[in-house]
């Protein structure tokens, strides 16, 4: 349910450990923190915006933590021999962070995730001066966000996006839905004043969404025009040309507002004449969901604008190549670091650095759990720590072991059968007929099936009543039996799953 990063070796380590800094809200940077917090209680750095939106998680996690913001340009002491100073940089989701750490080896810079928008919405912009200035002074390593090294185009700016839902929306007429990340407060500030000069009214669809945009209302991320949002009882009242839905579920989430919508399930009813506009792009992997989903809005009779028709709905929150480039000639250091990436792009991060005149003994490479040392200016990469995730249920908290998971993803090739056998739990006594469930199966394997309850009904029966009363072993015939039988009579060898009930 729930995969969190191995906390192990910070655990066993926690003397050493003096707070933890954060570069910005979005989940994968923040949402394993209550896990970290259960036993390391130090403080927690980030800006005001991405610390209200830990507060909120840990509200939900029924935790507390000592939560201090902090201001770019600012330095920080992290112990004796550590101190941090955040630099502002841009990304999608307001107040993001990189860091300048002073070490007793020289000055680390880490970016956090950033791009470079000379027109951000906000006016946020990467703190380029500051990190030349930096750079000036020596910089010892530089960490830097890889993700888009990939794009050799400049990524757009947020102003873009803005100027292409000003030239769409005029035009259209019925209702209009723009699904979005949640976390991307300064796009829907875009669409809530786009939507107050178009007499539109506003309804924010997904609990994410609202919740959202009511944490970034209250830290002064966002201005909401008074009268603007609208309630879910009274959408569906309103003239479809006088409404505008913002919503979650762009990446086809199962249970987010967009999937709603597309069921016919939603606050109002798609139709034709209304307008569907995913302001994403798919996550790898996601591809086949969001095709998916643009077919169901489809079938509701509403038009679908995604990035490929209209590639102004959305801009990367990362920088690409040439960007990347830019932040290594602005900090110029001595070594080089790729991270935040697949390995595919922490390789061609690594190539740009030679590029930009890193030497080869400067340019740095590793993975989770390596560790990177620097002695008397010089950096390398020596031993390992034990790094990886803890797989957790969602509701115990407790971990799911490797095997366990291993036999939840076993492939059913072959088909599954659940065997269900009922016995008396005093006598032993087998009360039913076994049984059986398929899942999976052929036709042929289907029709075999009575002879395959009566097979195990007939072993069953002759068995001693201390052998009936052996779960375990009962469950290893049950196995058996199935199997044997539908293997002699298909040659299909399907999962059994066996099932003992005592009543």
């Known amino acids: 349910d729930v995969i969190v990063p191995d906390f192990g070796y910070v655990f066993e380590n926690l003397h050493r450990l003096r707070g933890v800094v954060l570069t910005h809200g979005h989940e994968d940077h923040v949402g394993a923190l209550s896990h970290l917090l259960e036993k390391a209680r130090v403080p927690i750095y980030g800006s005001a915006y991405t610390l209200s939106y830990v507060e909120q ?7 507390q933590a000592d939560l201090r913001p902090i201001e770019p340009r600012r330095a920080l002491k992290l112990g004796d021999h550590l ?5 502002r940089v841009t990304h999608s989701v307001p107040e993001a962070l990189g860091f300048s750490f002073e070490t007793v080896e020289g000055r680390i810079i880490h970016t956090g995730d950033f791009k470079l928008d000379p027109t951000p ?4 912009v990467t703190d380029l001066p500051r990190l030349a200035e930096l750079g000036e002074e020596g910089v010892l390593c530089l960490l830097s966000d890889s993700t888009n090294v990939e794009v050799h ?20 007429t019925g209702r209009v839905v723009v699904g979005l990340f949640a976390s991307h407060q300064h796009r829907v500030q875009s669409l809530l004043d786009l939507a107050e000069k178009l007499g539109r009214r506003v309804l924010p ?12 209302a209250a830290q002064g991320v966002i201005r909401i025009p008074s009268g603007l949002l609208v309630s879910v009882e009274s959408a569906a009242s309103l003239p479809p040309e006088e409404l505008l839905i ?27 004449g209304d307008t569907v506009i995913l302001s994403s ?18 079938w509701r009779g509403a038009e679908v604008i995604t990035h490929r028709q209209e590639p102004g709905v959305h801009v990367s929150g990362h920088a690409s190549r040439p960007q990347q480039r830019r932040m290594m000639e602005t900090v110029r250091p001595r070594h080089f670091l790729p991270v935040h990436g697949e390995l595919r792009h922490l390789l061609q991060h690594r190539a740009l650095a030679a590029e930009v005149g890193i030497p080869a003994a400067g340019r740095l490479l590793a993975r989770d759990g390596d560790v990177v040392s620097f002695r008397e200016g010089v950096g390398r990469v020596e031993g390992t720590v034990p790094a990886g995730r803890w797989l957790l249920d969602r509701a115990s908290r407790i971990p799911v072991s490797e095997d366990a998971l291993r036999e ?23 009360l039913t007929r076994p049984h059986l469930q398929p899942l999976g199966l052929s036709s042929e394997d289907l029709q075999a099936l009575p002879h395959v309850a009566a097979e195990i009904e007939a072993e069953l029966e002759v068995l001693s009543v201390p052998l009936r009363g052996d779960d375990a072993w009962l469950k290893e015939a049950l196995t058996r039996i199935a199997r044997r039988s539908l293997r002699l009579r298909t040659g299909r060898r399907p999962w059994v799953t066996p099932v003992v009930v005592r009543v």
């Open 83 to 87: 101190s941090a100073e955040a630099v």
């Open 408 to 430: 939840r993803l076993r492939p059913l090739d072959g088909g599954q059968l659940v065997v269900v056998l009922t016995l008396a739990r005093d006598t032993h006594r087998i």
């Open 57 to 63: 998680r840990l509200e939900g996690a029924g935790m």
């Open 121 to 124: 919405i906000g006016g946020a």
């Open 246 to 272: 913002i919503t979650t579920g762009s990446q086809a989430e199962p249970r987010a507002g967009l999937a709603t919508l597309a069921a016919g399930e939603g606050p109002v009813t798609l139709s034709r």
């Open 205 to 216: 669809m997904g609990r994410s969404m609202v919740r959202n945009l009511e944490n970034a």
């Open 281 to 298: 792009t798919p996550i790898p992997g996601n591809e086949r969901q969001v095709a998916e989903l643009v077919d169901r809005l489809l």
């Open 153 to 172: 185009a400049e990524t757009g700016s947020e102003q873009d996006v803005a100027d292409t839902f000003a030239r769409l929306l005029p035009g259209l």
